[in-house]
Structures are given as C-alpha cells and as structure tokens.
T-cell receptor, first 111, second 114 residues
C-alpha cells in the first residue's frame, strides 16, 4: 500500500451536489490527519484537521476509520468555489516531522 | 494574519547554475520545511528543519541540495548545480508546534531550468 493514496478523480459534480473523497494511509501509527485544498498553481491551504473519529466544519465533514486506515472528506451543497484539488496529508511519524501528501483529488463543480 | 513569504516568485536559470530560494517563515514557528511540486504532480517532501538542523530529508534531497537558516529569520534552499528535472514549484512551509499540525505554506517559488 502506498503511504498515502487518493482517488485522483476528477470528480465532476453540479452545484448543490454532495461529493465524498477517500484517502487511505499505510502507517497504522499515524494519529493526526489533514485535508488541504490546493487551487491551480497556488500553495496548499489547510481545510480540516482530523484527530479522532471525525470533524465537521459547515458543509465539510471529515471522518476517520482507523481500523481500515482511511479518512474521508464529504462536501455538502457544493459551490462553484469548491472547485480545487483536495490533498490528504498524513504525518510520517518517522521522528523527523516529515509529512506525506497524497496526489490529490480534483473536483470540478459546474453550474 | 502572519504568513510565510518566499522569494523569488519565479526564477529562470541555466542548467548547472546554482540557485538559492529564500523563505521567511512565521516568526514564532519552530519547524520548517521545503516541498517540491513538479507541474501536474503531487507535493513532495524534500526536507524538514528543526532546532537549526535537518531533522529529516527525502531521497530527492541529495548532495545537490542544502538548507540553512543563517540569521534566525531566513530559511534558504540551495541547489548547487541545477538540472532540467529540478524545474518545479518549491514551497516553503512552517509549523508552529507538532500539536497544531497545520503547515503554513508560502506562495511558492517557481524554478525553471533551461
């Protein structure tokens, strides 16, 4: 299994749709997980942190399944402005503060 | 809002030349990083830096790369002899503490090697 693996997409959804992305990770010792958003040719920006079973922030919900080693990101009521690449990020827990980025899932929200 | 700043935003260089990319992390942060993103590809970890030394580096970070924080403010990435395949966006990031987990990224320095 890759260290962090994501479905690359792209996901093409209409405005108002609900869309979910999954991310699997290989290091069972990982304790914290993150979803970042990256717009085209821009820097990644933190969207959500996940430390326990899940986290919710408005239209965004992140869930963690430790047994299956995956985290998910659910976006409800998609907006045009949600179009971006969503990056799953997991600390490597190698003692050197390395963090590993998934390849990202591209989302296109259309009017 | 505090931010990570990077210079230059874009640099074009000839193969074999030395390049220095500069970053000013958020002032009270403790952990500093360089990442690389080749166009259309994933964000790749290069190196992490803590307590004035490298804490971890990836296989990409070979002898051609070096980092330093010479004055307690700037955090630099040097590529001694650039190759065509070094063309990428280089992101600097800083982390306040391991508990927070949030990496703050600069806007990136785009390096084009001709």
């Amino acid at each position: 299994r890759k260290e962090v693996e994501q479905d690359p997409g792209p996901f093409n959804v209409p405005e108002g749709a609900t869309v979910a992305f999954n991310c699997t990770y290989s290091n069972s010792a990982s304790q914290s997980f993150f979803w970042y958003r990256q717009d085209c040719r821009k820097e990644p920006k933190l969207l959500m942190s996940v430390y326990s079973s899940g986290n919710e922030d408005g239209r965004f919900t992140a869930q963690l399944n430790r047994a299956s080693q995956y985290i998910s990101l659910l976006i409800r009521d998609s907006k045009l402005s949600d179009s971006a690449t969503y990056l799953c990020v997991v600390p490597a827990n190698t003692g050197g503060f390395k963090t590993i980025f998934g390849a990202g899932t591209r989302l296109f929200v259309k009017a | 809002e505090p931010e990570v700043t990077q210079t230059p935003s874009h640099q074009v260089t000839q193969m074999g030349q030395e390049v220095i990319l500069r970053c000013v992390p958020i002032s009270n942060h403790l952990y500093f990083y360089w990442y690389r993103q080749i166009l259309g590809q994933k964000v790749e970890f290069l190196v992490s830096f803590y307590n004035n030394e490298i804490s971890e580096k990836s296989e990409i970070f070979d002898d051609q790369f070096s980092v330093e924080r010479p004055d307690g403010s700037n955090f630099t990435l040097k590529i001694r002899s650039t190759k065509l395949e070094d063309s990428a966006m280089y992101f600097c990031a800083s982390l306040g503490g391991r508990a927070s987990g949030e990496l703050f990224f600069g806007e990136g320095s785009r390096l084009t090697v001709l």
